[in-house]
């Protein structure tokens, strides 16, 4: 799956007077080279899951080295067990990376921000499916399209391939104003008339079209964005790292805009206060808070005992719904904030500029997170180095015939 590989590089093109860097240098930085820690929530249970996991710990920390990265980490984590009950089955941290460093995710945010929205469906205060002039007044510029358009880059507004800077929508990038406002902006906009095309017509990846849902959201349940992020995710969830921001126009990569701005460093107090955070690109997390909401995805919508997403939003979520125009590639399709393998539905993503490359495997039963601050050309090359060999290690652990065999 691309999960956007061939985006960026149409991207860089697109920004080509800001700079895009290549993606073998585009994250290095100063570093003595890798520093590994092993860590397993099952240590005492299983003594040998390390040793099962060490080929993978390999890969990663050689990757870190020929990259010249500041280092990387992997939480894996499965439907049921784990010792404490988290369900976390191995992490690894190499060089800066460890539990409790926070690391701005970039479009890895989708899948949280879509979310957002299906809870809020759940509690019957928006219908997904509907047009959005019937969740907000100023809807009626764009009258057919739906929040669920919005969610899965169906919506027929500009996205990020038709415009990355595009004028009428820039203020996805600012940090002053209000979501709503910005949202209200983009979608009540007649300067993008000429670039709109009907809804479920073409698939146009990112852009302001994220920045109208969660203006929606706000909208309709009459809270910011960070009170529902609140709601929904950090005190079910106990994921207390997790915050969204508005990165852009504060800090910059020295080494062009989709590679990490490494003056972020695992700090968000760097990051002024914002109403207007970015909503397809703006969250940090830590690697063990973002893995306890895949886990949640896994687990049919709950953290815990506590159910935060129906099951039927978290289906929703997780299927394909531009089946009939698809995304330029025959082996991918696109749910709400989900990448799909269509050669295999139950393996699902969502990759981010920055090097973050969370998974899903919902008929193995486990998730990945795999996070980098570097590129999305370097997070896709290591997580398609070591994915076949989690997925056969975890086909050992479950005592099942490897795919294929």
Request: hydrophobic share 35%.
């Amino acid at each position: 799956m691309r999960t956007g590989g061939r985006l960026i590089a149409v991207l860089c093109i697109a920004l080509a007077t800001v700079g895009c860097s290549d993606a073998g240098e585009a994250a290095r930085t100063t570093t003595s080279g890798p520093r590994s820690t092993l860590t397993s929530a099952l240590a005492e249970t299983d003594p040998a899951i390390d040793a099962r996991f060490a080929e993978v710990a390999t890969a990663i920390d050689g990757f870190v080295t020929r990259e010249g990265l500041n280092g990387a980490a992997l939480v894996l984590v499965e439907r049921n067990g784990g010792a404490d009950g988290s369900g976390v089955v191995w992490q690894h941290y190499t060089g800066a990376f460890g539990p409790d460093r926070p690391s701005l995710i970039a479009s890895s945010s989708k899948m949280l921000t879509a979310g957002v929205l299906l809870r809020l469906q759940d509690q019957d205060l928006i219908d997904l499916d509907a047009p959005v002039a019937d969740a907000v007044p100023w809807g009626s510029s764009n009258p057919t399209v739906t929040v669920a358009q919005l969610l899965s880059n169906s919506s027929g507004l500009p996205g990020l391939v038709d415009g990355p800077m595009y004028a009428p929508y820039l203020c996805q990038y600012l940090p002053t104003g209000t979501l709503t406002d910005c949202g209200r902006t983009i979608f009540t906009s007649t300067d993008d008339d000429a670039l709109v095309v009907p809804p479920d017509t073409q698939f146009r990846y990112g852009g302001g079209q994220w920045q109208v849902a969660g203006a929606v959201a706000e909208e309709v349940s009459n809270r910011s964005w960070a009170e529902l992020i609140d709601e929904t995710y950090v005190e079910p969830c106990g994921v207390r790292s997790l915050a969204f921001n508005n990165h852009f126009a504060q800090i910059t990569s020295p080494t062009g805009p989709f590679s990490y701005p490494t003056e972020f460093d695992g700090d968000p107090s760097v990051l002024a206060p914002t109403d207007n955070p970015n909503m397809e690109g703006g969250a940090y997390v830590t690697p063990l808070d973002y893995a306890a909401l895949l886990r949640m995805h896994l687990r049919g919508g709950r953290c815990g005992n506590t159910r935060v997403l129906s099951e039927a939003a978290v289906e929703q979520a997780h299927t394909d719904r531009i089946g009939e125009f698809g995304t330029g590639g025959d082996d991918e399709g696109y749910g709400l904030g989900w990448w799909i393998d269509r050669d295999d539905t139950d393996r699902q993503q969502d990759g981010g500029a920055f090097g973050a490359e969370p998974w899903i495997d919902l008929d193995r039963g486990y998730a990945a997170f795999l996070v980098l601050e570097a590129t999305s050309g370097q997070g896709q090359a290591l997580m398609k180095e070591i994915r076949p060999m989690v997925d056969r290690i975890m086909d050992e652990r479950a005592g099942r015939s490897p795919a294929g065999s």
